[in-house]
């Protein structure tokens, strides 16, 4: 009876172990002063978009490798220098050729790689919450002005070179970039199973609202597996879009799904991984040039790819 007895609360005990919560952990940016985090880039977009009958398709790839060298710390957070050490980025379509690689020579007389090999030289500040909210890319605006400005072209050129640029690199525009990647830590200590939730407004298309649900799906040799379930909103607004001079309106949605890994003594990603799609209608509202309103369906398809080597 007694050997059963000690069984029995053998068991019970062994049950007990298997029974108990996971431990929380802080998943959080812990990041050290005076030490350069890289992340390595792989993207592609792809739109497509009627536009009176005819359907047009714009491929994007940008590939290149950033780094992060903490100048400051807080109790909120961190200042870094961001670099981009080298980048790729290449736009085609029926009617646009563009590419640039930071790593071959740019010919004299193209403007856009001009820009682009002057604004990969400069160092940028940027401003980061320990839970991954950019609070800040400063720095970038100013450079793509005073490059632009230095170029042999009319003013209004010079105008429509700045607005090109600045709306893909950009400082809100990188703001919401790095954000998209950064914004999957929980504000609270989490353990295995649990699930979080965040905001994010995007600079896309005006403003885009992307709501984040997180759970902490493993820990395992001291890495943590997050995925991410999010679903995406242009927001609405009394002030219309402004794109090549004309208002317009947009009414999309979509969702994106993602695979974070993260070193559970830094925070600091190690891969991550996201599919994304938007979709639905932009409407140029009527115009000098356009009698009625010209509703564009469009969707965009998005997969991003993040490493911390090279």
Do not use: H
Not at 41 to 66: A, F, H, R, Y
Not at 152 to 166: G, L
Not at 280 to 295: F, M, S
């Amino acid at each position: 009876m007694k050997k059963l007895f000690a069984i029995t609360l053998g068991l019970l005990f062994a049950v007990s172990l298997f029974a108990q919560p996971s431990a929380k952990i802080n998943l959080a940016l812990n990041l050290e002063v005076g030490k350069t985090y890289t992340l390595n880039q792989k993207s592609t977009q792809d739109i497509s978009q009627l536009i009176m009958g005819t359907e047009q398709n714009i491929k994007t790839e940008i590939s290149g490798v950033n780094t992060f060298l903490v100048k400051a710390m807080s109790d909120s957070g961190y200042t870094v220098e961001l670099r981009f050490k080298k980048m790729l980025f290449k736009m085609t379509s029926a009617m646009i050729n563009m590419e640039f690689n930071s790593e071959k020579p740019v010919g004299e007389d193209d403007m856009f790689g001009q820009v682009m090999l002057s604004f990969v030289k400069n160092p940028y500040t940027m401003v980061l919450s320990k839970t991954g909210e950019v609070l800040a890319v400063n720095g970038v605006d100013e450079a793509i002005d005073k490059t632009v400005n230095d170029l042999d072209v009319p003013d209004m050129s010079k105008m429509q070179i700045k607005a090109s640029v600045k709306n893909s690199f950009g400082s809100e525009t990188l703001k919401s970039s790095f954000e998209i990647i950064m914004r999957c830590y929980p504000e609270q200590p989490v353990a295995v199973g649990d699930t979080w939730e965040n905001t994010v407004d995007l600079k896309m298309l005006g403003r885009t609202i992307k709501n984040n649900s997180w759970t902490l799906k493993a820990i395992d040799d001291g890495e943590a597996t997050v995925l991410g379930n999010a679903k995406m909103e242009a927001a609405t607004s009394d002030k219309p879009i402004v794109i090549n001079g004309m208002n317009a309106r947009a009414n999309l949605t979509g969702t994106e799904q993602s695979t974070f890994k993260l070193d559970v003594n830094t925070g600091w990603i190690t891969t991550a991984t996201s599919t994304s799609t938007y979709e639905g209608t932009l409407v140029i509202e009527k115009n000098a040039q356009l009698p009625n309103d010209l509703e564009i369906p469009m969707k965009f398809t998005t997969i991003n790819n993040f490493t911390a080597t090279e």
